[in-house]
Antibody
């Protein structure tokens, strides 16, 4: 059974940093693209970032490029999102999601329950 | 960036009736070399993470009932629920994965009339 468990969220002051983690199990982690998608309270889904499983390429939303860094440790079956220079508008539930295949260019077939990041002074 | 718009913002349909949601892309998401449209649909029920319903415009995700179907090409796409069930109350999102950033539409809320 595929499982994705996010952690690392919390309350942080503007300008602060966090590292989110997503522990994966139930599939060959290294063989799939992995993504982060966020959802502000009461709002829609916002795609954040992806790391491809075939070539390791990474892509970012314009709103986070230069502040967020996605990475993966295939030996630990874990996906990360380093988030720096946090702003109030980064407040959201952050979901980890598995790609259907290794390529980044496909849908997201499994999602975690999310970890909440709140940016406030 | 590719912008997706959805219509309507919300709709209420009687049980057993058809629900139709539209998604329009600011650019074509049809890749000519393989004739595939890089578009997916997700369902999100209250308090739950999204669930993949449809990928490649019309392929159903694992375990998705056949009352859900997707169609369209280029810039215009449709998700159809042929016979609405109570458990289909949710917000539905389209997403393009043709070109990063892989944007989502704003969502369409479906309720029971």
């Amino acid at each position: 059974e595929v499982q994705l468990v996010e952690s690392g969220g919390g309350l942080v002051q503007p300008g602060g940093s966090l590292r989110l983690s997503c522990a994966a199990s139930g599939f060959t982690f290294s063989s799939y693209a992995m993504s982060w998608v966020r959802q502000a309270p009461g709002k829609g889904l916002e795609w954040v970032s992806v790391i491809c499983g075939d070539d390791g390429n990474t892509y970012y939303a314009d709103s986070v490029r230069g502040r967020f860094t996605i990475s993966r440790d295939n030996s630990k079956n874990t996906l990360y999102l380093q988030i720096n220079s946090l702003r109030a508008e980064d407040t959201a539930l952050y979901y980890c999601a598995k790609g259907r295949i290794a390529s980044c260019y496909d849908g997201l077939d499994y999602w975690g329950q999310g970890t909440l990041v709140t940016v406030s002074s | 960036d590719i912008v997706l718009t959805q219509s309507p913002d919300s709709l209420a349909v009687s049980l057993g009736e058809r629900a139709t949601i539209n998604c329009k892309s600011s650019q074509s998401v049809l890749y000519s070399s393989n004739n595939k449209n890089y578009l997916a649909w997700y369902q999100q029920k209250p308090g739950q993470p999204p669930k993949l319903l449809i990928y490649w415009t019309s392929a159903r995700g694992s375990g998705v009932p056949d009352r859900f179907s997707g169609s369209g090409s280029g810039t215009d796409f449709t998700l159809t629920i042929s016979s609405l069930q109570a458990e289909d109350v949710a917000v539905y999102y389209c997403q393009q994965y043709y070109r990063p950033p892989f944007t989502f539409g704003p969502g369409t809320k479906v309720d029971i009339k």
